[in-house]
């Protein structure tokens, strides 16, 4: 099954929350564990635990595991199988992106269910230009993988980027959210290549509307415009695409519930968000952890 049909799959069942599993040293301290390996170790798959089970995407950041290492990774991977075991998608962010013999490195290190990271999904950068990616799409589609792309970050610095503007008029975050359109189209129920929109734009932006509208740039499909701008200008985008939506920055960064109904509009049922810290700070009971994914996912809806 690929990997756009098993996350419509996991959303109607689970709901629309991905669960963080980032073992920042500041969290473990909280959970009275030391910032070394075995902290590391019990703070990662405590989470698990308490979270695999109930939530239809695990996002863990590679980052908090390479700090240790070697030894690190071999956590993570263990990550990786026990979610998968409980049940949970692992989208495993690595915001990866080279020249394209690179990225195929890359895309085997983490998209072949043969590798020990191997995952249903990863995050990439397309900064490198769309075509780097290349390598990434393909191997996704021969392991019926996924991905999700940068398009619009949920960090104040982002816009300087992905808000400026190519010949036509585009934003350059259009242009990757044009990308993923035409990679997902004909797919069904959903495609396997999604975007990373962050639930803060609108806070980092100066205004938003989820206002159904046809996009003035060329592309097809159901439109559902949002506009937003640094400038205070307003950026229109265009987020009907046939893919997921990944939505960080829900939670510690600011996002809400209703940020994210009037981010994406009627695209928010696509929509995954994301929250690492806030979810985190229940810990370390395994219960409290549940709890509380439970409790967001009924918020989300
Ligand atoms: O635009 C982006 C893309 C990815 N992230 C990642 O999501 C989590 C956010 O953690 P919180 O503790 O919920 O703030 C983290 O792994 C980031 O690397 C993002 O924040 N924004």
């Not at 109607?12 to 040293?25: F, K, M, N, S, V």
């Not at 992106?97 to 995050?123: E, K, M, N, R």
């Not at 392991?143 to 400026?164: M, R």
Request: glycine share 12%.
């Amino acid at each position: 099954m690929t990997f756009g049909a098993r996350y419509a799959t996991a959303l109607a069942e689970r709901g629309r929350l991905c669960a963080g599993i980032d073992p920042h040293a500041s969290l473990l301290l909280d959970w009275g564990l030391n910032d070394d390996l075995a902290g590391l170790e019990r703070f990662a798959l405590t989470a698990v635990e308490g979270l695999a089970p109930y939530v239809p995407v695990v996002k863990p950041q590679s980052a908090f595991y390479e700090r240790f290492g070697s030894r690190g990774v071999a956590v993570l991977e263990r990550v990786i199988a026990e979610s998968k075991a409980a049940g949970a998608l692992v989208l495993l962010d690595i915001k990866r992106g080279d020249i394209g013999s690179t990225s195929q490195a890359y895309a085997d290190a983490y998209l072949d269910p043969a590798s020990p990271l191997g995952s249903d999904a990863v995050t990439v950068s397309p900064y490198l230009g769309f075509g780097s990616l290349m390598p990434f799409v393909e191997t996704a589609t021969k392991f019926d993988a996924g991905l999700f792309v940068l398009a619009l970050t949920s960090n104040k610095e982002g816009p300087e980027v992905q808000h400026a503007t190519v010949e036509d008029g585009r934003s350059v975050g259009q242009v990757m959210l044009d990308h993923l359109r035409r990679l997902n189209e004909a797919e069904t129920p959903l495609g396997s290549f999604g975007a990373v929109v962050g639930a803060t734009i609108e806070t980092t932006g100066a205004r938003s509307g989820g206002e159904l509208a046809r996009p003035s740039a060329p592309s097809e499909g159901v439109s559902e415009r949002s506009e937003h701008g640094a400038d205070g200008a307003g950026v229109a985008y265009d987020f009907g695409f046939n893919g997921p939506i990944l939505a960080p920055g829900f939670g510690e960064q600011g996002g809400t519930p209703a940020d994210l109904a009037r981010i994406f509009g009627a695209a928010n049922a696509n929509v995954v968000a994301s929250t690492s810290r806030g979810l985190l700070r229940k810990g370390p009971d395994v219960a409290a952890l549940r709890d509380e994914a439970l409790r967001l996912r009924d918020e989300l809806g």
